[in-house]
Structures are given as C-alpha cells and as structure tokens.
C-alpha cells in the first residue's frame, strides 16, 4: 500500500506531494542554489586564509644583495659563544662535525646553494629557505653560520642550521 505523504513545514520543498511506503524515509537533496552558496562559502574561507598567511610569508629574509640590511631580532642563551672555525679548518674536518664560520655570503650559485668566505678560503654552503628566518644579507655583510661539515668525495659543503649577522 502507498501512501501520499505532505511534508511538515520545515523541511525543503514543504507542501509537495511524495509517493513513498509506510515507515520509508523521505531523503532531500539540497538544490543547486545551496550548493552553490556552499561552494561559495568554502572559496570565500580559503581566500580569506590566503590573505591572513600571506604577511607570514612576505618576510622569508635571504641573500638580496649590498643594499639589504634587514635583521630579524633573535632569542636564545647569552653568554660565552663557542669558538668559530675557519674555512681552511672545516674542510680537514671530519664529516658531520659542527662548525661555526665567520666570514661573508659573497654568491648565490644555485636554489639554496651560496659560497662562504672568510680569510682563510672560500666554500659552498647550503642554506634551506627556513634557516633565514627573514634576516637579509648583502655580500659585503658579515656574518656568523653554524652547521655541520658535509663530505662527498672530493668536495666539502656545509650545510648551515643557523645564520645570524656578526
């Protein structure tokens, strides 16, 4: 037996007419305008997200050149410092030791690759885009890196945790 059914006033599409079986459920799909409401709900929360985060990531800091002197202020333990190496000490390093290098950034010379140098010599030196943490430096800047020695084969690469200006 089938029963005609109205539906009560709450619900979508109240006062239409369904066929369906006694104790059956009555399913509603909402209609495309409140699909489309959704949608646009979900863009407009992405995009306001988009706005929120892009200040965070204006201030990546890096290597810009002579004219960039922007430092970001750094917390920590003061007090005595360990002693810093040199580049000529490094390379006879074993590998993944920790140094600490003073001496400038003189070139970027690929994505996240620079060459150090300091008065004993020069070396590469690969810093993630994090470790800058929105400090900038030009190449007449001295600076202070910290790391570990990378040893492949016949080249030697630091690969810095830290850099701060000296």
Not at 132 to 150: H, M
């Amino acid at each position: 037996m089938v029963n005609t059914r109205q539906t009560p006033g709450l619900m979508p599409n109240w006062g239409q007419n369904y066929r369906c079986s006694p104790g059956a459920k009555i399913v509603f799909r909402p209609s495309t305008k409140e699909m489309e409401m959704k949608k646009a709900t979900i863009a407009l929360l992405i995009a306001a997200s988009g706005l929120v985060a892009a200040p965070a990531m204006a201030q990546k800091g890096g290597f810009n050149g002579p004219d960039s002197t922007t430092a970001q202020k750094q917390g920590g333990f003061v007090g005595p410092d360990v002693a810093s190496t040199t580049v000529e000490e490094a390379k006879s390093m074993r590998d993944d030791a920790w140094v600490v290098l003073e001496g400038n950034i003189v070139r970027k010379m690929g994505k996240e690759l620079y060459e150090f140098r300091d008065a004993s010599g020069n070396v590469n030196v690969e810093i993630d885009d994090h470790v800058w943490k929105g400090l900038s430096v030009g190449p007449n800047d001295k600076v202070r890196i910290e790391g570990e020695v990378d040893k492949d084969w016949n080249s030697v690469e630091i690969d810095v945790k830290k850099v701060t200006k000296a």
